[in-house]
């Protein structure tokens, strides 16, 4: 049914389309007992798929990646659809429309999308104020960057306003340095600013009396020698984890025509093609940091198969976003299935 509904949308913009989906879900919501209808298709509870990880029990380890509901529109709708957790943003300081358009490209021959949006949101404040009001207690990630007017020396400054914000509101945070998409932001990746920053929001975070778990969303293009940083820094500043992976700027294992992605032209690939790499990055941080600290394992996710093999490769949790677009809500409640039946 959903490949139906799918050939449908995918002959519009697919930002366009995006925002008509908010709509559709928005209203579908507000029919008496749709959301219960949703639940009951695609909800699964049970005990054995619980997995408590840096400090916070989720009801089911599959995840919505941040970037499809930047601005906690519609955690209500979505909750309904069978996720163990919905991860918000990426966020900033101030509203900003992001990268000029079209922005947003879908390869279907590879099962992949191109995204150059350019951390496009309305402000940490602004998903705030839906946040108060949402009635699920589905556990929310907090993914925050910075503004792309922000200059990299006072990049933490951004990051610390938005921490300071949405503390009250989110389960954790995610600090994203990754995004190909923000001129200069993957610099923030090096060794000194990196553990810098972290530092910085840890420092705060141990103010608190109930401290949120941080993380580190890393891009999937990253070496041996710097994946080998980033677990010195994860132990050095006593964060709690590590999302692998952000999308790739690598185009070489593509079938769409050469002609049709140069002229796409620059953005993050996520999607299928982004899969072998992403559980290549899980399993390299697993194995050399002696599986010191947790890792949601986000990349190519299409299948049931696809997410054993993350969680195989070491990965605690799970994320999708491009598997949920050409797959469905079903894949959420066909993850968990095949969990339980491992």
Request: charged content about 25%; overall charge positive; some cysteine.
């Amino acid at each position: 049914m959903y490949k139906v509904i799918r050939f449908f949308l995918f002959l519009f913009d697919p930002e366009k389309i995006h925002h008509f989906t908010f709509f559709l879900l928005r209203i579908g919501y507000k029919i008496p007992f749709n959301s219960l209808f949703w639940k009951m298709r695609f909800c699964i509870k049970d005990n054995k798929l619980e997995r408590e990880v840096f400090g916070i029990k989720f009801s089911n380890p599959v995840g919505l990646a941040a970037g499809f509901d930047k601005d906690a529109k519609i955690i209500d709708e979505l909750s309904c659809f069978g996720f163990g957790f919905i991860e918000i943003g990426t966020l900033t300081p101030k509203a900003q429309d992001g990268n000029p358009k079209p922005r947003l490209f879908r390869l279907t021959d590879d099962s992949g999308i191109i995204n150059r949006m350019g951390f496009n949101n309305r402000g940490v404040e602004d998903a705030i104020s839906r946040l108060k009001k949402r009635k699920s207690d589905v556990i929310i990630g907090g993914n925050i960057g910075k503004n792309k007017l922000t200059p990299n020396e006072n990049a933490t400054q951004d990051y610390i306003i938005s921490f300071n914000s949405l503390f009250p509101y989110v389960d954790y945070f995610v600090v994203n340095v990754s995004s190909p998409n923000t001129p200069g932001l993957r610099d923030l990746q090096e060794k000194e600013p990196l553990t810098n920053l972290l530092n910085s929001l840890q420092e705060l975070n141990n103010k608190n009396e109930n401290r949120k778990p941080i993380l580190l969303k890393i891009a999937p293009d990253l070496t041996n020698e710097q994946l080998n940083d980033i677990i010195q820094i994860v132990n050095c500043t006593k964060i709690d984890g590590v999302i692998a992976t952000n999308t790739t700027v690598d185009r070489s294992s593509l079938k769409t025509d050469k002609n049709k992605v140069e002229y796409i032209g620059n953005g993050g690939l996520s999607g299928n093609p982004l899969k072998e790499r992403s559980t290549e990055v899980i399993k390299y941080l697993s194995k050399n940091s002696n599986k010191s600290f947790p890792i949601i394992g986000v990349g190519g996710i299409h299948s049931e198969e696809d997410a054993i093999e993350k969680l195989e490769a070491g990965a605690s949790l799970l994320q999708i976003y491009t598997g949920f677009i050409y797959e469905g809500p079903s894949l959420v409640k066909r993850i968990n299935k095949a969990i339980l039946n491992r």
